[in-house]
């Protein structure tokens, strides 16, 4: 249905903001589905994800293949994150393009010294912060979302710093109005993405996947079998299940889960 992928500073209220959007989204439609994927749905903590640029790097990935496997047309997707370069806000998009949903920015515009002092006082408290080094190197390389570009729009900005965040504020409720309205050949103002044949994906369901696991796991044990079988009682130490498939190496003597392991 959509990706709505939240933006700003780190400490900038966008963890509020997405909550309150989630809120005002399920009273306007309460058996919509809304889910919110963050660092801490992942079991991630928040400076261990930002230390150095490799972990950085990971942490967007892992964000990335989340929201790869849950959007769809029938779900509201909000990406809480920092989502501060433009680059991976447009690889966003293009996911949202391939599985056809609406997109939206919404973008937490906040003061710098007031993302400091509410950092400040999160660290005071003991609750999750961002260590001085990785506050400021992260400030420093934000780049502010331009509705100009397509993978920044339509963007809906909040000043947390000046406005009250409740799920009753007017951005929040254009928002909404944005993501739940219904579609027709006559509406102008909400755009749905469309796939284009590079970018659309086959999608395989639940229990086409279980399926194909089931397939796969009969296969490695009929070889197995076999393998036994034409070892005449022999002990069998090797099995190949095919090429460029790992082999199969059982261990003699020890307890192990099912007796082997892949080399």
């Given amino acids: 249905m959509a990706l709505v992928v939240m933006c700003g500073q780190p400490c900038s209220g966008k963890t509020a903001a997405a909550a309150c959007l989630a809120v005002a989204l399920h009273s306007s439609s309460p058996d919509l589905t809304v889910r919110i994927i963050d660092e801490s749905s992942l079991h991630l903590r928040r400076n261990d994800s930002y230390k150095d640029m490799v972990v950085e790097k990971n942490l967007r990935g892992l964000l990335r293949s989340e929201v790869d496997r849950s959007v769809s047309r029938d779900s509201i997707i909000i990406v809480d994150s920092l989502n501060n370069i433009k680059g991976y ?16 920015v919404l973008f937490c515009d906040t003061e710098v010294d007031h993302c400091k002092e509410w950092n400040s006082n999160r660290q005071e408290k ?18 502010k979302p331009d509705r100009r570009n397509r993978w920044d729009s339509p963007l809906f900005e909040l000043f947390p710093s000046r406005d009250e965040l409740v799920e009753t504020a007017p951005v929040i ?8 309205k219904k579609v027709d050949s006559k509406t102008r103002d909400v755009k749905v993405l469309q796939p284009t044949i ?14 194909e696991m089931d397939k796969a796991t009969q296969e490695v044990v ?3 079998v076999e393998a036994q079988s034409c070892g005449l009682g022999l002990a069998v130490n090797k099995i ?14 020890k307890s192990t889960l099912l007796g082997l392991v892949w080399e």
């Fill in 222 to 224: 009929n070889a197995i």
């Fill in 173 to 180: 409720a254009e928002a909404v109005s944005y993501l739940t």
């Fill in 126 to 143: 003991g609750e999750p912060a961002y260590d001085t080094n990785i506050f400021e190197d992260l400030v420093s390389r934000f780049e």
């Fill in 198 to 211: 590079a970018t659309q994906t086959v999608r395989t369901t639940e229990a086409n996947s279980l399926y």
């Fill in 240 to 253: 190949s299940i095919g090429p460029n498939l790992p082999t199969i190496s059982f261990i003699h003597g």
């Fill in 89 to 104: 806000r447009y690889e966003l998009w293009c996911l949202a393009r391939a599985s056809g949903v609406r997109y939206c």
